[in-house]
Structure formats: C-alpha cells, structure tokens
C-alpha cells in the first residue's frame, strides 16, 4: 500500500507564492513520476506540472513561468513552487504519482488534495 499526503496550501494573495509537499510512503520500489493536479469548483480536475524520474518536467500553459515543480528521490516526497498566483490558480491541488512497488507492481496514487485560495 501506498500513501501520498500533501501539505502546504492556504490562503495567500494576488502576486504571493506557496509551497506544496507531497510525501509519499509505503512499499515502494520506486516512484516513476509525480504530478500535480488542481481541480476547482465547477471545474474538471487538470494536470498542472509532472516530472519524471529523469528529471524531465512538464506545465500547464497556465501556469509556465510561475510555477516549479521538484522532488526528492531519497525523501520521496514532490514538490510544488507557486509563485505569481493569481485568484483563478484558486483550487484544490492533488499530487499524484505513478510508483513501482515492492511487488514489482505499476500504480498511480492520489493524496487526499489540499486547498489553496488566491484573493485578489
């Protein structure tokens, strides 16, 4: 079994910038990727940054420039840098990652999503 838990959202202002974690634990072999999703209300649930374990990293067009995504092999634990956020980046934001386990196995996990709320 695998966990993801994400931690880092809250309320912040136009232009500010947080930080999300996404720590996973369990019988994993090893994490192949990590993305991050965000859905908002009235919205569907989209892809916003993924990495692979080669280091290659991949943005939504709306948030390129803004935003930085990066994990931590050894810790396993992915990161989301936030920075310029604007009121529409308002959702909850979901990691997710696709892990090999100790079975040898191939899954994709979701954490339980935490909230971020951008005023203007």
């Known amino acids: 079994q695998v966990q993801l838990v994400e931690s880092g959202g809250g309320l912040v202002q136009a232009g500010g910038s947080l930080r999300l974690s996404c720590a996973a634990s369990?019988?994993?072999?090893?994490?192949?990727?990590m993305g991050w999703y965000r859905q908002a209300t009235g919205k569907q649930r989209e892809l916003v940054a993924s990495?692979?374990?080669?280091?290659?990293?991949n943005y939504a067009d709306s948030v390129k420039g803004r935003f930085t995504i990066s994990r931590d092999n050894a810790k396993n634990t992915g990161y989301l840098q936030m920075t310029s956020l604007k009121p529409e980046d308002t959702a909850v934001y979901y990691c997710?990652?696709?892990?090999?386990?100790?079975?040898?196995?191939?899954?994709?996990?979701w954490g339980q999503g935490t909230q971020v709320t951008v005023s203007s």
């Open positions: 369990g019988t994993i072999f090893k994490i192949e990727a």
């Open positions: 990495i692979i374990s080669g280091g290659s990293t």
């Open positions: 997710n990652a696709r892990v090999i386990t100790d079975w040898m196995s191939t899954n994709d996990y």
